[in-house]
């Protein structure tokens, strides 16, 4: 707890990211390890207390990624998630052993619809395993968290008495989730009201939450819980996850920070990066972000009616209550150019908050002297494209050589393409119905293929005639689907590179789940 400047004293409210396992988990928004790592050090940068990495388990990926996260991070406790199974929870104690500060976050049903149709257990059976797997996770690490999977929709009783039996056990911090979204904030608040009176050993563990946005309440159940008596928020940047997503970390922030008048609590969160974390991780799950999305979406400061322009004209509290630079979103900078150096293209990418290995600053900046021959002006939009899709095109094995294309009124549409595969280059000409068709034609020449196009969309990263195009493509495969995103000033080369992305990603997956297949064999 602190105390302000006014006397009053403020709680701690611990902020538990887990974009990296709840919001991967989102269709489609499957992350590379340097993705992730990417994202896990921004993370931890801007000061989230728990990052929860992934699900150790799940395959040789995800516990590489855990266990590598849990190496780099400088300073939050790195978690991995792991069902209430022996070998699970081992597996995600060998992943957060090398973590400055390790946590196992185990989780079982509670719920009697999951008992009956999932675990398939008794309340008595179910009780004897959070006894046995919470113990057998505390011997590994000393920070155990323990979830009441579908507690929203358990009887209170036995809710209260599984919490007990979960700290009796080691548990550090118990999780009552929404799981389903299901709750209403005052349904929600009054559970950890009653599961807090009425678990005797409730003061030796700290309350979390975390809500899903099926009927669009995580942020309110969750802000709901916290005035329950919660000290922990489980969230995600953007507030990807399943289904209809979690609570958004940078909601939760910005609410909290901005009506402390009724929440005296307070996050470690520098909030000024929140803007940063949105756009890195829309980049790398190649989900973008909706114009009207609170706090980092496009619009969040935008005011085109008269009455409010004319409001913020006189007083900019008349129409906004947190300054876009509380949330880290400046005014443009046009300083960069074809002529600028190194030295200052590294200072651009240090302002921004973007820092890179020398093979990867080199490419960039071979990127953006290129971009910068073909556009007036280069803005951070731009910089920041150039950087995301350094990172999300590193490993691929297909890669865009060049692009011609024949458009127009009397057709026919016509492409010329030229990859780089597996270090060997490969020419094909196609024809189309209209050019974007006629691209994505030559692709599957090139690259014969089953997956289908179920995404394509365009916009402009920045304003005027020499914006690059920014282009998203989801394709499907069989039951998988991927998205991934290509930026150009031609909007046919963007969405050549968006395309062959996609590919990529479909491919790489492939490749993981045929080793996880041969490993079990």
């Known amino acids: 707890m602190t105390t302000t400047q006014t006397g009053s004293v403020k709680d701690r409210v611990l902020i538990f990211d887990t974009t990296l396992r709840d919001g ?26 728990i990052i929860e990495a992934g699900f150790p388990i799940a395959s040789n990926g995800d516990f590489e990624a855990v266990a590598e996260i849990a190496r780099r991070a400088k300073r939050a406790t790195i978690a991995g998630l792991a069902r209430a199974i022996p070998a699970d929870i081992a597996r995600a104690g060998e992943a957060v052993r090398h973590a400055h500060r390790g946590r196992i976050h185990t ?49 209170i009783d036995y809710l209260c ?34 599961v807090r009176a009425r678990v ?49 970390l940078e909601e939760i922030v910005m609410a909290i920070r901005t009506r402390g008048d009724v929440m005296p609590f307070e996050t470690g969160i520098e909030a000024t990066m929140l803007t940063r974390a949105s756009k890195l991780v829309s980049h790398a799950t190649n989900f973008p972000v909706q114009y009207n999305k609170a706090i980092v979406g496009r619009n969040a400061f935008a005011h085109e ?42 200072s651009k990418l240090d302002e ?19 971009l910068a021959d073909r556009k007036k002006h280069v803005y951070d939009e731009d910089i920041e494209a150039l950087v995301d899709e350094n990172l999300a095109t590193a490993h691929d094995r297909i890669r865009l050589v060049s692009l ?41 020449a090139l690259v014969p293929h089953e997956a289908q196009l179920e995404l394509y969309q365009v916009h402009a990263v920045t304003e005027g005639t020499d914006a690059q195009a920014e282009v998203s493509v989801r394709l499907k495969a ?34 993981r789940l045929h080793a996880q297949h041969a490993a079990a064999e």
């Open 24 to 49: 991967e988990q989102c269709p489609g928004a499957t992350m590379t390890l340097e993705e992730k790592l990417a994202v896990a050090e921004l993370l931890d940068a801007m000061g989230v207390d």
């Open 107 to 155: 989780f079982v049903s509670t719920s009697p619809i999951h008992l009956a149709h999932q675990m398939r257990k008794s309340q008595d059976e179910v009780l004897e395993i959070i006894l046995r797997t919470v113990a057998q996770a505390r011997d590994l690490v000393e920070d155990v968290e323990w979830s009441a999977m579908d507690a929203t929709r358990t009887p």
């Open 161 to 194: 008495r599984c919490v007990e039996a979960a700290i009796r056990s080691g548990a550090t911090t118990i999780n009552l989730p929404d799981t389903v979204g299901y709750a209403t904030p005052s349904e929600y608040r009054a559970m950890f009201e009653a």
């Open 200 to 248: 005797p050993n409730s003061d030796r563990a700290i309350f979390s939450v975390h809500c899903h946005d099926d009927l669009g309440l995580a942020i309110a159940n969750s802000l709901a819980g916290v005035e329950g008596g919660a000290r922990q928020v489980e969230c995600t940047v953007n507030g990807i996850g399943e289904r209809a997503g979690n609570a958004a």
């Open 305 to 346: 009616s008269g009455i409010h322009q004319d409001g913020m004209l006189k007083h900019t509290e008349t129409y906004e209550i947190m300054t876009p630079a509380s949330v880290g979103v400046s005014k443009t900078s046009l300083v960069m150019g074809k002529h600028s150096g190194r030295a200052a293209f590294r």
């Open 352 to 370: 921004l908050g973007l820092h890179l290995a020398e093979n990867q600053f080199q490419d960039v900046f071979e990127r953006f002297k290129a």
């Open 404 to 444: 011609s294309v024949i458009a127009g009124t009397r057709g026919p549409q016509r492409a010329t393409m030229k990859i780089d595969m597996d270090g060997r280059t490969f020419t094909e000409e196609a024809d189309g119905n209209g050019p974007v068709d006629a691209v994505f034609n030559c692709i599957k």
């Open 478 to 511: 069989g039951e998988r689907s991927m998205t991934a995103r290509g930026a150009d000033p031609d909007t046919l080369v963007a969405s050549a590179k968006a395309y062959l992305s996609a590919l990529n990603k479909l491919s790489a997956a492939a490749v």
